[in-house]
């Protein structure tokens, strides 16, 4: 597998400028396959306002368990985006950081190269 996109551009990125990743924000599921209820208020569904505050619904466990899916999945993103920016890097290894002021894993000063715990 090798990728010409240029480090930090992931196919996230490009997904999200194109609104593929169009998710409802209570959870995040695509919205085409959102399992939120029907607020018995307002009858809106998927908004995070009436979780949230006085009225304050509960999640259901299906809102519970896909939140927790939408966690591996952002994380399985991650994961293929730094497989890419490997790829990239063995590619190009003329093509990593010197420039001191330029923090990232490219970089090949160590005061500026994350450190691989850092998974902020
Ligand atoms: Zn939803
Ligand atoms: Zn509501």
């Known amino acids: 597998m090798s990728s010409n996109l ?16 169009a998710h409802c924000e209570v959870c995040w599921k695509h919205v085409d396959a959102c399992v939120c209820p029907e607020c018995p208020d307002c009858q809106e569904v998927g908004n995070p306002k009436c979780y949230r505050g006085f009225k304050r619904l509960r999640l259901s466990a299906a809102q519970v368990l896909a939140r ?15 497989g890419l920016m490997l790829d990239w890097m063995a590619a190009h290894p003329d093509r990593l950081d010197d420039d001191t ?10 005061d500026n190269n994350p450190e691989p715990s850092d998974m902020a």
């Open 68 to 82: 927790q899916e939408a966690r591996i999945g952002a994380l399985q993103e991650r994961l293929t985006d730094e």
């Open 101 to 110: 002021k330029h923090k990232g894993p490219l970089s090949v000063w160590l």
């Open 6 to 21: 240029p480090p930090g551009c992931s196919h996230r990125d490009i997904e999200i400028a194109a609104g593929a990743n």
